[in-house]
C-alpha cells in the first residue's frame, strides 16, 4: 500500500470479488481505496463493513472521506452520532481532529479551535495520537488567526513525534518566520 496504492487497490477489489461478504475484505478494500484518495470507495466499502460489524471502528475514517467528498455536514453528524464511550481513544481523538476540521471546513474556526480542547491536550503528554492532536489544534489556531499560540503547539507536536509523521518543526518555524516578517513591515 505504502509503495504502490494503486496496485494494492486492484489486489484489494480482487479479493472482494472473490469473497464480498467477508467484512474483513470489505474492511481492506476501504483502507486501501482510502488511502489512496478514493473516497467513495472507502466511503461505500466501511460503511458495508459498518453495517456488517455492527462496529464504529472506521468511524473517523469515514466521516474524513465525507470531508474529502466536500460534506463536511455529514462528518459532523458521524462526530454527534457516534458512542465515543465504545470507541478506543485513539479513534475518539481521530474523531475529534475530522469533526475540528469539518468545522474548519464551514468557516467556524474559534468552533474548531475549541473542539479539541480536551485532557488530551496537554503539552506534557505523550500518547500515540498527542503529535497528531498537538498539531491539528496548532493547524487551526494558526488558520483562526491565533498565530503565537499555534507557533507553540506546532512546537509542542514536534516534541511530542517521535516517528517524524508531521512536519510540525517546519510549521512552526514558517510561522515564526512569517510573523517576524510582519513585525519588521509593520516597523
Excluded: C
Excluded at 468557516?107 to 488530551?120: F, H, M, P, W, Y
Excluded at 489556531?141 to 499555534?150: F, P
Amino acid at each position: 500500500m505504502d509503495t504502490d496504492p494503486e496496485a494494492a487497490l486492484e489486489h484489494a477489489k480482487y479479493a472482494k470479488a472473490k469473497a464480498s461478504r467477508v467484512p474483513i475484505v470489505r474492511e481492506a478494500l476501504g483502507l486501501v481505496a482510502y488511502h489512496a484518495g478514493n473516497w467513495s470507495e472507502a466511503l461505500s466499502e466501511l460503511r458495508a463493513v459498518r453495517r456488517m460489524t455492527r462496529s464504529d471502528d472506521h468511524i473517523a475514517i469515514i466521516a474524513d472521506a465525507e470531508r474529502a467528498l466536500g460534506r463536511p455536514e455529514r462528518a459532523l453528524d458521524l462526530a454527534k452520532e457516534a458512542d465515543t464511550a465504545k470507541l478506543s481513544k485513539a479513534t475518539q481523538v481521530e474523531l475529534a481532529i475530522v469533526a475540528a476540521g469539518a468545522r474548519r471546513d464551514l468557516g467556524q474556526l474559534d468552533a474548531a479551535v475549541v473542539s479539541l480542547q480536551s485532557d488530551d491536550l496537554k503539552p506534557e503528554k505523550r500518547d500515540p495520537w498527542s503529535a497528531r492532536l498537538f498539531y491539528a489544534y496548532a493547524d487551526n489556531l494558526a488558520a483562526a488567526g491565533r498565530a503565537d499560540e499555534a507557533v507553540q503547539w506546532f512546537l509542542n507536536s514536534a516534541e511530542a513525534d517521535e516517528n517524524d509523521e508531521t512536519d510540525a518543526a517546519e510549521r512552526a518555524a514558517e510561522l515564526a518566520g512569517r510573523q517576524r516578517g510582519e513585525q519588521q513591515n509593520d516597523e
